[in-house]
Nanobody, 117 residues
Framework: QVQVVESGGGLVQPGGSLRLSCAAS????????MAWYRQAPGKQRELVAA???????NYADAVKGRFTISRDSAKNTVYLQMNSLKPEDTAVYYC???????????WGQGTQVTVSS
């Protein structure tokens, strides 16, 4: 059974940093597009950052220049380095793994990030 497990969330002050990790127990991890989404209370889930199987990245405008997504195929893991955090970054962050050519999409259970003084 495939598992997608996020870690690294927590409480941080404005201006601080956190690094989220997502480990995906999928075979052929390098063929998966990986992404981070977030959902704040009362809001829809939104894309934060994505990295394709080929290594191409894209970011939501709200996080450009502050967040960096990366992947380590040797560890089946994707990371989200979050710097200069703002209160509006507070949300549950979800990891997504998808291999659309095989019709496979997996979600993690989410990790809470709270930015507050």
């Amino acid at each position: 059974q495939v598992q997608v497990v996020e870690s690294g969330g927590g409480l941080v002050q404005p201006g601080g940093s956190l690094r989220l990790s997502c480990a995906a127990s999928v075979s052929m991890f390098s063929l998966y597009d990986m992404a981070w989404y977030r959902q704040a209370p009362g809001k829809q889930r939104e894309l934060v950052a994505a990295v394709s199987a080929g290594g191409r990245t894209n970011y939501a405008d709200a996080v450009k220049g502050r967040f960096t997504i990366s992947r380590d195929s040797a560890k089946n893991t994707v990371y989200l380095q979050m710097n200069s955090l703002k209160p509006e970054d507070t949300a549950v962050y979800y990891c997504n793994a998808q291999r659309m050519t095989m019709g496979r999409i997996y979600w993690g259970q989410g990790t809470q990030v709270t930015v507050s003084s």
